[in-house]
C-alpha cells in the first residue's frame, strides 16, 4: 500500500522532579529524497545523527522537521541574586550612618530594585534528557506514520479511480481502431469511385498499407495496457514506491501522446484528451507519495 509524505507528529512528557516539559514535534512534506532538519535544546545538540537514523528507520522519503522543546512547565524559577542585595543593604547602612532614616525595609520596594530577582535555569541531566527525547522521538515518529499510511489510503484510492478512467478510455481506443480502418477503406473506394476510374486493386491495397503502418497504433495500445497494469500493482507493493509510480506515469503519458499523434481520428482524439485529463490529476498525487 502507498504511504503520503505529508502528515505530522507529536509527543509530550513532563520531565519529574525537574518540572520541564519536553515536546517532540515532527512535520513532513514531500520531497525527492530523505531530508531531515532539526531544531534542537543547547543540550541535545551532539544527538543530531541519533535521530535522523531513528527517521531513516521509519520514513524512507520526504522533507522532515523535527523541532524539539524544553521548558518549564510552571513558568520560570526565580530566585533572590545576593550580589545584587549586599550591595543594596551595604548602601543603606551608609546612608544610615549620614542620615537619620528608619530601620525597616519594605519588602515591595526591595523587589522594585533591577537585578534582585533573576532566572535560575532548571538543569536536567543530558543522559536523562536523551533518553526520554529518544522514546519521544519514536513515538512523534509512530503517530506521522500513522497520518501518512492513512493519507496514502486516500491517494491510493483516487489513484485506484483515475487508473479505471484511463483504462476505460483505452479500451474505447481499442475498441474504435478496426472500425476507423473500415472506414478508412470505405472512404478511399469512394473517391476512386468518384474519380471514374476503374479501381487499382494493388494501388488500393498499398493505400490501405500505407494508412496500416502509418496510423497503426497497436503496439502503442499494448504498451499503454502494459503500464497501465505495472500502476495498478505498484500502488499495491509494499513498501510504498512513489518514484517507480511516477516513472510508470511517465511511460503511461508517453505512449498517450503518440496515440494522439498517430490518430488522426475525433473519437480516438477525444478519449486520447481525456486520458491527459486523468494523468495530470495523477501526476499532482503521485508527487505526494513516497
Not at 11 to 18: D, T, W, Y
Not at 52 to 64: D, N
Not at 141 to 165: I, P, Q, Y
Request: aromatic content about 4%; overall charge positive.
Amino acid at each position: 500500500m502507498i504511504t503520503s509524505m505529508t502528515g505530522q507528529g507529536r509527543a509530550v512528557e513532563l520531565l519529574k522532579p525537574e518540572g520541564l516539559r519536553l515536546t517532540v514535534e515532527i512535520r513532513s512534506l514531500n520531497h525527492r529524497y530523505l531530508d531531515v532538519s532539526l531544531k534542537l535544546p543547547d543540550q541535545l545538540a551532539g544527538y543530531e545523527e541519533k535521530i535522523k537514523e531513528t527517521v531513516k528507520k521509519k520514513i524512507a522519503r520526504g522533507s522532515v522537521s523535527i523541532s524539539i522543546h524544553l521548558e518549564e512547565s510552571n513558568g520560570k524559577k526565580l530566585v533572590l541574586n545576593p550580589e545584587v542585595l549586599d550591595n543594596f543593604l551595604n548602601l543603606i547602612k551608609t546612608l544610615r550612618k549620614r542620615v537619620n532614616v528608619s530601620d525597616e525595609l519594605n519588602p515591595e520596594f526591595l523587589l522594585r530594585l533591577p537585578g534582585l530577582i533573576k532566572e535560575e535555569p532548571v538543569e536536567v541531566p543530558t543522559d536523562k534528557l536523551w533518553n526520554r527525547t529518544e522514546k519521544l522521538v519514536c513515538k512523534a515518529l509512530t503517530d506521522l506514520v500513522k497520518m501518512r499510511s492513512a493519507e496514502g489510503r486516500n491517494l491510493g484510492k483516487d489513484l485506484r479511480s483515475r487508473l479505471k478512467l484511463v483504462s476505460a478510455n483505452l479500451t474505447a481506443i481499442k475498441r474504435r481502431v478496426p472500425i476507423r480502418m473500415k472506414e478508412k477503406r470505405n472512404k478511399l473506394a469512394e473517391i476512386m469511385t468518384e474519380l471514374e476510374k476503374e479501381v487499382d486493386h494493388n494501388r488500393f491495397l498499398q493505400e490501405v498499407l500505407y494508412f496500416s503502418e502509418r496510423f497503426d497504433i497497436h503496439e502503442e495500445c499494448v504498451r499503454l495496457e502494459n503500464h497501465i497494469s505495472l500502476f495498478s500493482q505498484t500502488l499495491k507493493e509494499n513498501p510504498s514506491n512513489g518514484r517507480r509510480l511516477h516513472f510508470t506515469l511517465q511511460e503511461i503519458l508517453k505512449e498517450t501522446n503518440t496515440i494522439g499523434a498517430k490518430a488522426n481520428d475525433t473519437a480516438i482524439t477525444h478519449a486520447v484528451i481525456s486520458i491527459k485529463e486523468e494523468i495530470e490529476k495523477m501526476r499532482e498525487q503521485v508527487q505526494n507519495v513516497e
